[in-house]
């Protein structure tokens, strides 16, 4: 089956830049989308198709993909951004999702 | 755009539930849908997805135990779960599928309801 990694936590100081990864075999033929999802919280959408940014999602949150690799880029991040984070893609009908990533920001 | 879910509780192993979402604020009809679950202390599970046509999808895990669909005069998503697992305790979230901007729409995971916790007791 297919199966997306993502490190289980990335640590950053605040006002730092913070790179969170997604790696899947088939991830330089789809498109990538994240989530962040706070403590008791349900998950938000924080970027689709790659690098595009919803309305409402700060700009320094960015995306990018290199090959098989998506990356999560939150330039600047502030302590409201410490949260779970997800990538996800699409298998066909079968949406994926990554293990996940814990970002601290201390 | 709100998604309310419902019928989420304790069910023995073995068991059935059926779990409930509520739709508004938005057109229904024109979605996709999903169902994401995620277990206690766990990532994101894709579940369950039904299209307006009425195709539907699972994930290999609840295929042939779990069925989805939807009453669209009611702007109402099902999740009919039967022969319940230990394994299928976990939040539930009623999700929208498809972010659209500027004339397009994306299959993004955009509207996420606040989710029902099912426990299944073994």
């Known amino acids: 089956s297919y199966e997306l990694t993502q490190p289980p936590s990335v640590s950053v100081s605040p006002g730092q830049t913070a790179s969170i990864t997604c790696s899947g075999d088939k991830l330089e033929d789809t498109f990538t989308f994240w989530y962040q999802q706070k403590p008791g919280q349900s998950p938000i959408l924080v970027m689709y198709q790659d690098s595009a940014r919803p309305s409402g999602i700060p700009e320094r949150f960015s995306g990018s993909k290199s090959g098989n690799t998506a990356t999560l880029t939150i330039s600047g991040a502030q302590a409201m951004d410490e949260a779970d984070y997800y990538c996800?893609?699409?298998?066909?009908?079968?949406?994926?999702f990554g293990g996940g990533t814990k970002l601290t920001v201390l | 755009v709100q998604l309310v879910e419902s019928g989420g509780g304790l069910a023995q192993r073995g068991g059935s539930l059926r779990l409930s979402c509520a739709a508004s604020g938005f057109s229904f009809r024109t979605y996709v849908m999903t169902w994401v679950r995620q277990a206690p202390g766990k990532g994101l599970e894709w579940v369950s997805t039904i299209r307006g046509s009425g195709s539907t999808y699972y994930a290999d895990s609840v295929k042939g135990r779990f069925t989805v669909s939807s009453d669209k005069t009611k702007n109402t998503l099902f999740l009919q779960m039967n022969s319940l697992r230990a394994e299928d305790t976990a939040v539930y979230y009623c999700v929208k599928l498809g972010y659209c901007s500027g004339g397009s729409c994306e299959d993004a995971f955009d509207v996420w309801g606040q989710g029902t916790m099912v426990t299944v007791s073994s």
């Open positions: 996800q893609a699409w298998d066909s009908s079968t949406a994926v």
